[in-house]
Each structure stands twice: as C-alpha cells, then as structure tokens.
C-alpha cells in the first residue's frame, strides 16, 4: 500500500467538508500538556497495537487467498493447514490463464469498466452543471436531483428484470453493446450527484465570468469550469470504476457467454467448476480478478478516500 | 429562444408516473435570469435531457414495470401469454416460504448494520486518533480497510468460503482448533452456522465503506470543539459522547441508511458463499427474488416478491433523500 501520501493533503481537499489529511497532526499531539511522556507512549503503543489489529483482520482473507493460490493440490487439502506455501506453484496462475477464460473475463471488465464510466460521465457532466447552475430556478431540477438520488440506490435486480425482458424482445442479449448501455445507465447516477456536489464548490463567478466575455454555457463549461473540476472529475471516475468492476447482477442475468462475461461472473463460473482439488485455481482466478483493484487502490487510495468522504459529507 | 421557459417537457407523455416527481411544474423563470445568448441558456432541460432518458429507462420503466408484472403470472419466458391475478401476493402472505426469507433477510440485514455501524466507527475513531496523534502507518491501515470495499462481493464470497473450509485444512476451523474447539466446525453446511458465516463475512465487507463515512463524519468536528472540551476538563470518554458523536450524528444517520439498502439489496455475496443453502438457511430476499424469476422462472411471484424488496427501498431511500436534502439546507 502507498505511503507516499502520508501527511499530505489528499488533491481537491480544499475543498469544504473534504479529508483534512493532517498537515496538523503532529501539533495536536504536542499540544497536550502536563501529560508525562511515558503514558503518551504507552498510548502511542496500544493505538500501534490495534491498528495492526485491524490491518491482519482485514489483510488476512486475501493473504490466504494468496497463499492457498501457490500450495499444490495435496497441500491445499493437508491438515493443520499453513500459511506458507512449502513450494510455491506459481505455475497454478498460468494454468488458470490457460485452461479458463479468466483472461478474457479480465478483459471484458477493464472494456465494460472504460467504456461504462467513460459513456456515464459523458452524460453525467451536463447533468450535473444544470443540477448546480440552474439550481433553484425551476421546480424540476430538485425533483431531477431526487430521481438521481434514488436510482444511485435502487436494487440493480430490480433493473435487470425488465431490461432482460426488453433486451430478450431486441435480441440484445449477449450483446456487448447493450451492456455497455446497461454499465452506463447504472454507473450514471452516482457520477452526476457526486460530480453536482463538486461543481457546487466551484463559485459561479468563474463561468460567469467567461459568460460576460461571451462565452455560450457550454463553452463556458468546457473551458473553464471542468478544468476547475479535474480532481473531481479524476476522483469520481476512479471511484465509479472500482464500483463498476464490482457490478454483478447485471451481467450475470444479462450475459451467459464467456465472451462477454466480466470477471465477476467468471470468477462464479470458475467457481462452479471447481472442486477440493482444484481450490489452488479457484485461488489464484480470485487472486487475478482482484490483482487490478488492489493496484488501483495501492496508487490512488486517496483519490478515493477523498470522493468517498466528499460524497458523504457537506458542511 | 430565451424566453421560451419550458421547451417540450421531455418527461412528459411517457411518464405517467408524475408520483416520483419527474415533471417540470412549469414555474416561470425569474426575468432577469441569465439567458441572454439564446441558445440553450435559459432552461436547464436540454442539459439534463440525456440522464434524464437513461433514469426514464433504468429508474422509471423498470418500477413500473416490477409492479405490473406482479400482478400477472408471467414466466420468464418472453412472448407466453399470461394473465392478471392478485394470486402473487395472496400466495405470498399465506405460504410459509415468504415468511421464512423475510425473518432470514432481517436477521442478516439487523445484526450485519449494527456490526457494521460499531466497527465502522470503532475503526474510524482509531484512524483518526491515530493520525491526531501524528503516528505512522495511517494511511496505509486505512488502505487495507478500505480494499474490502473495493472487492467485488461476489469474490468476497468466494473468499470467505476457501476460509470457512470444513476439514481440518480450513483455516479458520483451524483457528478454532487452536483455541481449544472443535476443528471441525460446519460453517456453512449446518444452517445455523451458516447464517452466522454468512452475516459475518458481510459484516467484514460492509464496514469498510461504513469506516469511510464515519472517518469523514469525524472530520467534519472543528477542532475548537475538542480544544473547548480539554479546556472544560472533559475525559476521553464525555468528548466522544458530549462532542463527537453528536456532532456526527447526521453522517451518522446517513451511514445507517446507506448501510442498510445495501445490505437490504445484496445477494452477490450471499450467492458464492452459500447459494442460499443449506436448504434455504441464508436465502435473502434479493437472492430470493433472483431465485424465483431466474431459476425457477416464476416471473410474477418473483416480481411480487421485488415490489416488496422495493417497498423496503422506497422508505429507506425517502429517507435518505430528506436526510440529504435537509443537509443541503444547513449549508
């Protein structure tokens, strides 16, 4: 996991209500007076100790994971079982790349990913500059504001019922396109609220301003206001990526071919393939389907902790 | 162009449901609002048309939708002939099978946000005294809390049932051996246990994001108010209750709304772990509902069976939509 952003701002959280990452901290710490320094490294301590608590608690299930993906068949099965594998099988990963379609799965999310976020923002970004702008001015942006809000949340069974029913009816199943519509449909709900919160903070004076010099709205926003909303922009892409890489029920109820199938639902075809003696594959097709998430997350944890918050929380 | 307040209400004709709120109230535009440059400059609809097809077709069809369906017998399979009955619902108060996942669903949905609620904001208050505390390696505990979030649920599920292995090879039976029990523990075959396991590893994978929230929720406290207690002589303890917490409260409330829709909607996990099963020991009312149309092609009980998932999620999202808009006030 990065470090590198220990103690600095996390980008865009100049932002009101956003992670104050501390820049401070060290003087709170300091500024504690008439405590004696033994009983401040005694607590120094226990908060060590528990946070290593926490990280083994959430570490652990993937470190096996892990380890399980490297043990031979026989070793996977051997009691009391250990954490290291005695000699690690790194051919199990290439076995699983060549005897399933684990590779195509991950190419079909990283396709579905791309072109599902990228296919939302484009709708997202009006959206959301009329959501802020226009604020007020009409009864129906607020009612709009509602509907974004309750799609974000709606259970996507409920979607893909009668989705499957119409894609059934326009031969769309198993079809790359219409669930590249589906991912952006889903996907665009949360991008446009996330990115009208942003948007909010960026002071109308900005497009204002380029209005006066004569610029239309659109000019206005494309020139002047999204630049302001890079970090956003970048923030809330990542994030709609993560949770796009997640998305299950869709493609599992809209998609049976291993063609098409994102590793989500690879990695349960995997799964109901698989048997004891095969555990180490099944291991290791988890490990690769969360390998991109974790690398994500190991580069741009900020970012996302930073939308996550900012989403949250608005004083 | 400008003073053409409401071109072609884009919701209009093909939404009878003007109940969720969709349709422009035509109030006139204050005169001296911006739309000078024509164009598209006076009304927002033309910007908001796109997103708002896509909410027609993925929010408001598909309700209306659920709800017609659950009303007919419909299969799955599309283009039979199918009638109208009330028969779904009747069937699904009188049975014993609704009854019995609607008490599973409340048990997971109870006991996974109330865990998750506590953790998250046990580990949150950690985090963040931790980093007051200017100590090492916060970020990076943050991190591996928050990679469970990022999982996708059905691999978590795949995940924690390598970990609940039977045999004495499993690692967490192993643990348990360790500990003096049995070292072969039936998590997830017998149905007790299972729905145990499955709760527990929900738990696992909701706190991270409930961490999340709380972590923010805690930032947003000024430090002048923690700088008020010390100066009053307050413990640890009463700034947590007396300061923080309240101080959390709306975030608070936000997290327990999230949490549970979600928890409420989940059946990814829940379908790699256990299937359901044993039997229908952990069978959910989402992976319910996909059981029922899916597998067993009952369209109309499984769509009378996703109205009331959606009744569920119609309240909690009223909420969440007050919560957020009353938020958007005290700004």
Request: hydrophobic share 50%; with cysteine; aromatic share 8%.
């Amino acid at each position: 996991m990065s470090l590198s952003d220990h103690n600095s701002p996390a980008s865009g959280s100049s932002r009101p209500g956003h992670v104050r990452t501390p820049a401070r901290a060290g003087r709170v710490a300091d500024a504690v007076p008439g405590r004696r320094p033994g009983m401040r490294r005694r607590t120094d301590a226990a908060y060590y100790a528990a946070m290593l608590g926490l990280v083994a608690v959430f570490a652990f299930p993937l470190v096996w994971v892990a380890s399980l993906s490297l043990k031979t068949g026989p070793e996977v099965l051997r009691s009391p079982p250990s954490l290291l594998p005695q000699d690690p099988q790194w051919a199990n990963y290439a076995h699983v790349l060549e005897t399933t379609p684990i590779g195509r799965y991950l190419l079909n999310s990283v396709i579905l990913v791309a072109a599902g976020v990228v296919g939302a923002l484009l709708l997202s970004v009006p959206a959301a500059y009329a959501l802020s702008r226009f604020r007020g001015r009409m009864r129906g942006p607020r009612a709009f504001t509602r509907a974004v809000l309750a799609a974000q949340l709606l259970s996507p069974l409920i979607i893909a019922v009668p989705v499957y029913r119409v894609f059934v009816t326009l031969g769309l199943i198993n079809d790359y396109v219409g669930l590249v519509l589906v991912y952006i449909a889903v996907t665009a709900p949360f991008l446009t609220w996330f990115l009208k919160n942003y948007l909010d903070t960026i002071p109308t004076e900005l497009d204002e301003a380029g209005r006066v010099d004569g610029c239309s709205r659109l000019r206005a926003l494309v020139l002047l206001v999204l630049p302001a909303a890079k970090p956003g922009l970048v923030s809330a892409g990542i994030v709609a990526g993560v949770t796009t890489w997640s998305q299950f029920v869709l493609p599992f109820i809209l998609v049976d071919s291993p063609d098409l199938a994102p590793v989500s639902v690879g990695v349960v075809n995997l799964q109901s393939t698989s048997g004891e003696i095969t555990t180490q594959y099944l291991a290791a097709g988890c490990m690769l389907a969360v390998a991109p998430v974790i690398v994500v997350f190991a580069f741009l944890q900020r970012h996302i902790v930073g939308a996550l918050t900012a989403g949250a929380v608005k004083t | 162009m400008a003073t053409t307040v409401n071109p072609a209400d884009p919701e209009g004709p093909a939404d009878p449901g003007s109940g969720l709120g969709l349709r422009d109230r035509r109030v006139p535009r204050r005169p001296r609002s911006s739309g000078r440059s024509g164009g598209v400059a006076g009304s927002s609809w033309p910007w908001l048309l796109p997103l708002g097809t896509v909410l027609l077709v993925v929010l408001v069809y598909p309700v209306l939708e659920i709800v017609r369906l659950s009303f007919t017998d419909a299969s799955l399979v599309t283009g039979e002939p199918y009638s109208v009955t009330s028969e779904t619902y009747t069937s699904l108060v009188t049975g014993t099978d609704f009854r019995h996942t609607l008490q599973v669903t409340f048990l997971f949905v109870l006991l996974s946000v109330v865990f998750q609620l506590l953790l998250g904001l046990a580990v949150a208050l950690l985090v963040h005294g931790a980093e007051r505390r200017g100590l090492r390696g916060v970020v990076a505990t943050r991190a591996v809390v928050l990679t469970a979030w990022a999982i996708p649920g059905v691999i978590i599920g795949v995940i924690w049932s390598l970990l609940y292995q039977e045999t004495a090879s499993g690692v967490l039976n192993h643990g348990l051996s360790l500990l003096g029990f049995s070292g072969n523990t039936p998590f997830l075959s017998d149905p007790d246990n299972a729905l145990v396991s499955v709760i527990v590893a929900n738990i696992w994978r909701g706190t991270a994001l409930s961490m999340i929230l709380c972590y923010a929720g805690i930032k947003t406290v000024p430090d002048q108010l923690y700088e008020a207690a010390r100066i009053d002589g307050a413990s640890p303890v009463q700034t947590l209750f007396r300061v923080t917490l309240p101080m959390m409260l709306p975030i608070l409330t936000m997290n327990l709304v999230l949490a549970t829709v979600e928890t409420f909607n989940s059946f990814d996990m829940v379908l790699s772990l256990t299937g359901g099963g044993p039997g229908t020991a952990t069978q959910v009312l989402a992976l319910d509902v996909y059981d029922q149309i899916f597998r067993q092609l009952n369209l109309g009980r499984g769509a009378a069976m996703a109205v009331v998932l959606m009744a569920v999620n119609v309240l909690v999202i009223g909420l969440y939509v007050r919560l957020t808009e009353r938020q958007e006030k005290e700004i």
